[in-house]
């Protein structure tokens, strides 16, 4: 009787708890979809081909944010190739060179820290010694240099933990065919694995297109149309300052919502791409 009684009670339990982790499911799936659907239905037709193609000019009173997109582009850009060979090259050597335990715990350590920070905090340590120590003054190259530091621990966990799922027979085979140590991680480790360091450099791409704080005081406010090396040396505002510039500073909701609109659509995108990119990578290794 009491065992009836236990295994009543049991199932009871789990019965409540998986009716509280599907409403817990439901509720997360349904704010997502809120967000997404009121962003992309509020911002779609503020959209136009005026915005998209012409700059602000304030004589004729239009408001544009061609500057906005390519300074956007600008900064991925070169805090792309600075990053990822820092960030791969780092995990390489923590994984496959490094032999002192202690020193790879410390610096793996270092890097969960800096994954941690807040990124306001970021962007008062990229003003204070990229933009006044080093006098880039506020600049794009400033904002993307802070970005560097923000993604380099997302990149380096990455590409660790893709450079761990290949196996290790693979090595000692190319070692015991006479194979150099370097020439075993460029032949044979890195196409290994390289589906996975792709996905993370693709979901940094995510974060560096969200991050608004740390470029508030790194990057500036300027709408100003520039080619790359010049908007570089520049003061340039991105997609998320713009939003912010327009929503807080002007009041144009309309505009503000059609950044926004722009930038859930290349985020989802960017997830997309990432998925797509390691499935790809997946089935070229398992054929």
């Known amino acids: 009787m009491d065992g009836k009684r236990i295994s009543g009670r049991r199932k009871l339990l789990i019965g409540l708890l998986k009716g509280l982790m599907l409403v817990c499911a439901a509720l997360t799936c349904a704010l997502v979809l809120f967000i997404t659907i009121y962003v992309i239905a509020r911002g779609i037709p503020n959209i136009t081909w005026e915005l998209l193609s012409t700059a602000p000019s304030y004589r004729r009173g ?24 820092v960030g791969a090259g780092a995990a390489v050597y923590l994984t496959e060179y490094a032999s002192n335990k202690r020193l790879v715990a410390v610096i793996e350590y ?17 003003m204070l010694f990229f933009c006044e120590f080093l006098n880039m003054q506020t600049s794009l190259l400033a904002g993307a240099l802070t970005l560097v530091i923000m993604n380099l621990p997302t990149i380096m966990r990455t590409t660790q933990e893709s450079l761990k ?93 059609a950044a926004a609109a722009i930038l859930m659509l290349l985020t989802l995108l960017v997830n997309r791409m990432a998925a797509g990119v390691g499935a790809m990578f997946k089935r070229r290794r398992n054929r």
């Open 62 to 85: 239009s408001i544009g944010i061609l500057p906005d997109i390519l300074n956007t582009v600008y900064v991925i850009a070169a805090a792309l190739c600075i990053v990822i060979p």
């Open 165 to 257: 799922t290949v196996p290790v027979s693979y090595r000692e085979g190319a070692f015991g065919l006479g194979a150099g140590k370097w020439r075993v991680i460029r032949t044979v480790v890195l196409p290994g694995c390289i589906d996975g360091i792709i996905t993370g450099c693709i979901l940094s791409v995510g974060r560096i297109l969200g991050e608004s704080a740390a470029l508030l005081f790194t990057a500036g406010f300027a709408h100003v149309l520039n080619g790359f090396f010049d908007g570089l040396a520049s003061s340039g505002a991105t997609l998320t300052v713009a939003l912010y510039v327009y929503a807080k500073e002007r009041g144009e909701f309309g505009v503000a919502f």
């Open 110 to 126: 270092a890097a969960e820290t800096l994954s941690g920070i807040p990124s306001i905090i970021y962007g008062l340590v990229g």
